[in-house]
Every structure is written in C-alpha cells, then in structure tokens.
C-alpha cells in the first residue's frame, strides 16, 4: 500500500511547485513535456509518493528530475511510455529489460522519473521480495558486463537487491542493494568498495558520509564490460540534520515548496571510472512519504 497521505495531489499545483523548484537551481522547464508526462501518469503522481531530485553537475548540465513511485496502483508505466511517444523504441536491448523483470520477479510497485527539461529517464520495478544474485541472470537482457561484478559482490556482501531503476535517457540500469544495519559499511569498507571497481575514493569527509548509507547501487550500461558507476544513498533527514554546505545547489533545494509537514533530505554520492564524472545528488520529498515507499522495498 501506498504511505497515507491527506488528499490526492492537485497537479496544476505540482507543475507549479516543479517550476519554482527548478528556477532555484538553474534548470530550464518543457512545460509541454511535463505537462504531458503528467497528464499520461496522472493517477500515480496523484496518489503516489512523489520527490525532486538535482544534482552537483554545473547550471547547463544540471537536470531536475521528478518521481512518483506507486505501490497500489497496477500499471505498465512502459507501455504507457510508449503508446504515448514519451519513449520511442529503436532496438536497444534496454527495451527488453522492463518485460524481462515483470516475467521473471514479484512485483510491489512502478515508479518513473522525468527530467523537466527532457522527458522521461527512468522506470522503477521495486520486488515484492529479496532477491539473490542468481537471479540478476534470469533476465535474458541483463548486460552481460554485471557477471564481471559477481566477485565483487561477494566481497562486500551484496548478496541481495530489491529494486531496480531502468534509465532510458542514458541507457543503463541501476542494481541497488539495501543496507540492513545503520555502519554496516564503515569508511574504511566504503573506501574498499570504490576502490575494488576501479573508481576514485573520494576524500575523509565524503567517506563518513557514505558510511551512513541505506543503499548501494551499481550502474551498468551494454556496451562497457565494467560497472560505469558506483553510488551511495544516504536515507532522508530534516534539513537541521542535512551536510547543506558541502554544496550551495542543496540549501537551494531546501527552499523548494513541498506539501508535507517538513522538508526532509537525502544525498546520494557517485562514482565513476575516470572520476571526472564524480557528483552529489539531492532529493527533496515532496510529498513527506518518498522514504516510506522505498523503504518497502528496501526492507522486504
């Protein structure tokens, strides 16, 4: 079931709370994109958990991404994407992944993401259940460079994942593996973690950051034979309890409105391979129930 919440959401509202949300942090809005994209998944962003999400990236190559994720409403957000041309299908094997996870695992819920200056980016399936690494190949279009991750799994204990986010703008997909114990990975492991794949580890501050991660995740695309990106997700906290100053883009997003009681915050770090690409993102829950949706799959 979806988090309470006290009223369906007025969507002409939502654009208008979008709008000011990304003139804070220097993105520019489609307003017939969003509006379309809104329009298409009404019903879910009514009913749904919903959160704004930016990132470090410099005014130009900033996004702001918007999401619902829906745990009681049965959908095909694919399909919809597609009768309604917000995704336009050209053989990739990325268009298969979505039907593959629906086939093969127990769904709990769908959500999406769509950048305001583009359209959609990202499907979600959140499992009903854990699932092992075994079952990473039961999908028949898996990218096949997730077997080279397999020992490196083991190394750190990622043994389970509950979630996936499927990313059609860039063509890749995220594995995330929740973290059961608060300090389960100190810095030190953290640092490990990073280093194992290949990646930059970051400097003290940053690591004692990542050390208070409730998921992992992993990136992967389909032409690479490597993971591309390795990401930690710091669970949503009061702005009192939020790192604001590590980056001016986050104490802007702490003036985004919202409709639930408090502004609450999480951070997520990323990785990559030559580490030019490293950033910070923020999500903002809008709707005060985002952490609540997602901890139902983190914790199943």
């Not at 942090?25 to 009404?42: G, K, M, N, S, T």
């Not at 979630?163 to 059609?168: G, P, S």
């Not at 997520?268 to 139902?296: F, P, V």
Request: hydrophobic share 35%.
């Amino acid at each position: 079931m979806n988090p309470p919440t006290n009223s369906p959401l007025d969507l002409d509202q939502l654009y208008h709370d979008i709008s000011t949300t990304a003139g804070l942090v220097d993105v520019p809005v489609d307003e017939p994109v969003v509006r379309q994209i809104l329009d298409v998944y009404q019903d879910h962003f009514r009913q749904g958990s919903v959160a704004f999400r930016t990132t470090t990236h410099p005014p130009g190559k900033r996004e702001l991404s918007v999401r619902y994720i829906d745990l009681e409403q049965d959908h095909d957000p694919y399909t919809m994407a597609v009768q309604h041309g917000l995704l336009v299908e050209t053989g990739h094997p990325i268009e298969r992944l979505f039907a593959d996870v629906v086939a093969h695992y127990p769904i709990l819920g769908y959500g999406i993401d769509m950048g305001v200056s583009h359209g959609m980016e990202k499907i979600w399936p959140l499992f009903s259940k854990s699932l092992t690494i075994d079952d990473l190949f039961k999908l028949p279009s898996m990218p096949p460079s997730v077997r080279n991750c397999v020992d490196h799994f083991a190394r750190f204990d990622l043994n389970t994942h509950t979630l996936f986010a499927i990313d059609y703008e860039h063509k890749t997909m995220n594995i995330y593996f929740p973290v059961k114990q608060p300090g389960q990975y100190p810095a030190e492991r953290i640092a490990a973690m990073i280093e194992d794949l290949g990646l930059e580890v970051p400097g003290d501050e940053e690591l004692a950051l990542n050390a208070q991660t409730g998921i992992i995740y992993h990136t992967f695309d389909w032409e690479s034979d490597h993971c591309r990106r390795l990401s930690f997700g710091v669970p949503h906290v009061p702005e009192h309890d939020f790192p604001t100053t590590l980056h001016p883009v986050f104490e802007r997003m702490f003036d985004a409105p919202v409709v639930a009681s408090e502004r609450r915050g999480s951070i997520q770090t990323a990785y990559t391979r030559n580490g030019t690409g490293d950033y910070l993102k923020i999500e903002i829950d809008y709707t005060g129930t985002m952490m609540m949706a997602l901890g139902a799959a983190i914790n199943v």
